[in-house]
């Protein structure tokens, strides 16, 4: 059934990478130490899920933040404190790239399998993420060569895409392949992930199951829920 369709669109971070365990690490050490100069309940693995995952950098720390009630102003670019979102969405960078440097990432095998088998058939293929290092990740996974479009949170930044839940990525990455939007299947992980593939009108909105839940999956707008994407090869 998925050779149905004439297009795939592939999360990054927990669809075709185990990055998102790296990102989870990254976030949690930065936001414990957050919390905890500021004596405050300590970060929960609960709160990746409702309100990181998925998601970009800055919207993550902010959406996070109002969450838990605390303002923080934008910041500057570069700022690395604990006083703006930027601070705190830069100090996780900082821990994600030392990991990623040191210790590489390989792909998920089933994911490859799927990979092979699409481009056994010439189906275009693309990642979209919200993560502005998408293009390092997929480097490092030695995956840069399958895909034809690339459209990540470098990309959305400069072209000004507003970033998921919003559909306007995937609906990016369908242009530039040059798909129909109802032809085409998004593959995600992340809860904001399958809401954006759903407001898209994809074709087919898988939602991958690394952590977030099948339900979350389900109720965010997923068609059907995997635990690994292999499982479409039956
Ligand atoms: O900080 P980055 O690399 O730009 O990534 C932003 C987000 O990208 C998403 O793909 C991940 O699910 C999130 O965990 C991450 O926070």
Redesign the pocket.
């Known amino acids: 059934m998925i050779d149905r369709y004439d297009a795939y669109l592939f999360?990054?971070?927990?669809v075709i990478t185990p990055?998102?365990e790296l990102?989870?690490r990254a976030?949690q050490e930065t936001f414990d130490a957050f919390f905890a100069s500021r004596g405050e309940a300590p970060y929960e693995g609960r709160e990746?899920f409702a309100f990181?995952?998925?998601?970009?950098?800055f919207a993550?720390v902010e959406a996070l933040l109002t969450g838990r009630g605390v303002a923080l102003p934008q910041g500057a670019d570069l700022d690395e404190g604990f006083t703006s979102v930027r601070g705190v969405?830069n100090r996780?960078?900082a821990a994600?790239v030392e990991v990623l440097e040191r210790d590489g990432i390989a792909a998920y095998p089933g994911s490859v399998r799927l990979l092979d088998h699409l481009a056994e058939r010439g189906a275009p293929l693309a990642v979209v993420?919200?993560?502005?290092?998408?293009e390092p990740v997929l480097r490092a996974a030695g995956l840069t060569d399958r895909f034809r479009a690339v459209v990540d949170?470098v990309v959305a930044a400069r072209e000004g895409l507003p970033g998921k839940p919003a559909p306007d990525t995937f609906l990016r990455g369908a242009e530039l392949l040059g798909a129909d939007p109802a032809r085409t299947v998004v593959f995600e992980?992340?809860a904001s992930g399958v809401a954006a593939g759903r407001a898209g009108g994809f074709g087919l909105v898988v939602g991958v199951d690394r952590g977030a839940g099948r339900e979350a999956l389900l109720a965010g707008g997923a068609d059907i829920v995997v635990s690994d994407l292999e499982e479409l090869l039956g």
Do not use: E, Q
């Open positions: 999360d990054l971070d927990g990055t998102v990102h989870k976030w990746y990181l995952d998925g998601r970009p950098r993550g969405g996780k960078n994600f993420s919200s993560s502005r290092n998408a949170g992980d992340a």
